[in-house]
């Protein structure tokens, strides 16, 4: 059982930084994929970023590309995603997810049903 914990979510303004980091159970956490994902109200969960086990691979939604960076580090058990330049259209709650098989293809990072465990989500709020 994996679990995760996503922490620094807040209220901010537009053109602001925030930093999330999820930090995860288990002796084996390097060796699985993450990936950060949001939902805004009324709206499916979306991919926003993902990295692979080593950290050597990352991915980005378009709308995210150049504002966020999403890290890891696996002596620590983390996963962060670092956020600058954030818009209203950002706002939503920010879930974190392990997939405990390597991502062969890059499509299946942006798939929630290929992540097997999620955190409780924090809360990102942007005003404008």
């Known amino acids: 059982q994996v679990q995760l914990v996503e922490s620094g979510g807040g209220l901010v303004q537009a053109g602001e930084s925030l930093r999330l980091s999820c930090a995860a159970s288990?002796?084996?956490?390097?060796?699985?994929?993450m990936g950060w994902f949001r939902q805004a109200p009324a709206k499916e969960r979306e991919f926003v970023a993902g990295?692979?086990?080593?950290?050597?691979?990352?991915y980005y939604a378009d709308s995210v590309k150049g504002r966020f960076t999403i890290s890891r580090d696996n002596a620590k058990n983390t996963v962060d995603l670092q956020m600058n330049n954030l818009k209203p259209e950002d706002t939503a709650v920010y879930y974190c997810?392990?997939?405990?098989?390597?991502?062969?293809?890059?499509?299946?990072?942006?798939?929630?049903?290929?992540?097997?465990?999620w955190g409780q989500g924090t809360q990102v709020t942007v005003s404008s």
């Open positions: 990295i692979s086990w080593s950290g050597g691979n990352t």
């Open positions: 997810a392990a997939g405990t098989t390597i991502f062969r293809l890059t499509y299946y990072f942006y798939t929630p049903a290929n992540y097997d465990y």
């Open positions: 288990g002796r084996t956490f390097s060796t699985y994929t």
